[in-house]
C-alpha cells in the first residue's frame, strides 16, 4: 500500500470520526485486511492491499442524526463527485483513493441508487451486507475507533461474493483474502466465533461456501464448521 493512500485514508476516517459519522457505519471491503491488525495482534500478521477503493456500509435505517455534506467534507482533500455507471451512483474521487458508500439491498432489490439525502450521497444497494452488520467488532486506530465486520463474517462473506464476480482477477484477489483472514483466525483459535457467524448464515450460504472451501482443500476450517473438532 503506497503511505499517500494510507495518509488520505486516515484524514478521511478522522473527519469522518469528528462530525459524528464514522460511529454509525462501518468500513467494509479490502481495506478491513489492514485495519485487523488489532483483532490479531501477537500473531505476526502482516497485512497488504491492493486497491484504492474504500467502501463504507450505511446501515439501514440510517441512525446519524445531523446532516453532513460529505463531499464538501472532503472536498479540500481532493476528492471530486464522481457518477458510476448509467444509474447515478454517486463515488468520491481522489487520485490515490475512491470512497464509495453502500446499504443493503433487501427484497425484490433495485438497480436504482439509494439516496442519502442528509448526507449529500446516495449509496448503491448490494446484497449479504446485513450479514455483516450483524457481526462487528471495533477496533482503535491512530485514536480512531472504526467499526468493522468480525473478521469470521467478513471471509465468509468474500467466500459468496467472489462466486458473483465477472472480473477474475477480483475474484482471485477476494478468495485469497478470506482464505488468509481464515487462516489468522485459526492461528487465533478464535473457533467458536467462527462457528458461531457461520450458523447464523442461511442454509443456502453455508452450502455454497463448504463447497467452495471442499475445492480448495480447506479441510480444518470445514472441520470446524461442521462441528467435528
Not at 491512530?142 to 477480483?170: D, S, Y
Amino acid at each position: 500500500m503506497e503511505k499517500n493512500q494510507y495518509d488520505i485514508c486516515l484524514k478521511v476516517l478522522r473527519r469522518m470520526e469528528k462530525q459524528g459519522i464514522l460511529k454509525d457505519i462501518l468500513l467494509i471491503g479490502s481495506w478491513c485486511v489492514y485495519f485487523y491488525d488489532d483483532y490479531f495482534t501477537g500473531l505476526n500478521y502482516t497485512p497488504s492491499i491492493r486497491t484504492r477503493d474504500v467502501d463504507f456500509l450505511v446501515p439501514l435505517p440510517l441512525k446519524i442524526k445531523r446532516k453532513v455534506d460529505i463531499p464538501d467534507l472532503l472536498k479540500d482533500l481532493g476528492f471530486v463527485i464522481d457518477f458510476l455507471g448509467t444509474k447515478g451512483y454517486i463515488r468520491l474521487q481522489h487520485p490515490e483513493l475512491i470512497v464509495e458508500f453502500l446499504v443493503p439491498e433487501r427484497g425484490k432489490g433495485s438497480d436504482k441508487p439509494y439516496p442519502l439525502p442528509d448526507l449529500g450521497i446516495n449509496a448503491q444497494p448490494l446484497r449479504f451486507l446485513d450479514f455483516l452488520i450483524q457481526n462487528i467488532i471495533e477496533v482503535k486506530f491512530k485514536g480512531i475507533t472504526i467499526k468493522l465486520p468480525h473478521p469470521a463474517a467478513f471471509a465468509l462473506q468474500k467466500l459468496m461474493v467472489f462466486q458473483r464476480r465477472t472480473k477474475n482477477e477480483k475474484a482471485e484477489r477476494e478468495r485469497n483474502q478470506a482464505f488468509m483472514i481464515l487462516d489468522f483466525i485459526l492461528k487465533k483459535r478464535a473457533d467458536n466465533d467462527l462457528k458461531r457467524i457461520f450458523n447464523s448464515m442461511h442454509k443456502k450460504w453455508q452450502d455454497k461456501i463448504l463447497k467452495v472451501l471442499s475445492s480448495f482443500k480447506q479441510d480444518q476450517v470445514i472441520e470446524i464448521l461442521r462441528g467435528m473438532v
